[in-house]
């Protein structure tokens, strides 16, 4: 297994349009978070899940913002009519019990 | 409202030298503290864990403390090398969130050969 994967790497699209990310986490992981990060900035928690269970969603979260994971394992991420400010690093990450998250690369958007 | 800081936002120093990080933050009840390393663009890797009933850990030159009660983790590097260049953060996990962490801004940490 090579990690925690996100597709695409980088999105740019046009104001109002709705975009979807998708992360596949590390296997033996039945833990996944989203984070939004932007330039200089600490990552900002955005929901998790267990298994298929949506346990926590943050209340910064608009309704804009919508996340599965279907089968428990892989995830995505819904934007719908983007906003300018939506424009961050959009970062999963994936854990066991213990805790140690690890990390995918991240999705880049750009919202024109 | 837990609330993580990490001063200076940005450190140069020349290589071979140690040097230490620091990260505070404002409520002891936490579970646990992260220590992570960021390259620009890219995401994050966890490079310490410490748990709330732990000192500190250690990982090659890499060694962190947890001082709950004075609310302040370091993160000590040894030896430095240009390699280490990157932005260092740390994030807690309170005992009022269900897996959420709180994060620092992160030290921007640039080693000169």
């Known amino acids: 297994d090579t990690g925690v994967s996100q597709d695409p790497r980088h999105k740019i699209t046009k104001r109002g349009q709705n975009v979807t990310f998708r992360c596949d986490p590390i296997?033996?992981?039945?833990?996944l978070y989203w984070y939004r990060q932007t330039l200089g900035q600490g990552p900002e928690f955005l929901t998790y899940?267990?298994?298929?269970?949506?346990?926590?969603k943050s209340r910064l979260l608009s309704d804009r913002f919508s996340a599965e994971r279907p089968k428990g394992s892989f995830s995505t991420l819904e934007i719908q009519r983007t906003e300018q400010g939506d424009s961050a690093m959009y970062l999963c990450?994936?854990?066991?019990?213990?805790?140690?998250?690890?990390f995918g690369s991240g999705t880049q958007l750009s919202v024109l | 409202k837990q609330e993580v800081t990490q001063i200076p936002a940005a450190l140069s120093v020349p290589e071979g030298e140690n040097l230490v990080l620091n990260c505070s933050f404002t409520?002891?009840?936490?579970?646990?503290l992260q220590w992570f390393r960021q390259d620009p663009g890219k995401g994050l890797t966890s490079l310490l864990l410490?748990?709330?009933s732990q000192r500190e850990q250690t990982s090659g030159r890499l060694n962190a403390s947890l001082d709950k009660s004075s609310g302040r983790s370091t993160l000590y590097i040894a030896a430095s090398q240009p390699g280490d260049s990157a932005t260092y953060l740390c994030?807690?996990?309170?005992?009022?969130?269900?897996?959420?962490?709180?994060w620092g801004a992160g030290t921007k940490l640039i080693i000169k050969p």
């Open positions: 296997s033996e992981h039945n833990r």
């Open positions: 990450a994936s854990s066991s019990v213990n805790e140690k998250l690890f």
């Open positions: 409520d002891s009840a936490i579970y646990n």
């Open positions: 899940f267990q298994n298929e269970a949506q346990l926590e």
């Open positions: 410490i748990q709330s």
């Open positions: 994030a807690v996990r309170p005992f009022n969130s269900n897996y959420q962490l709180i």
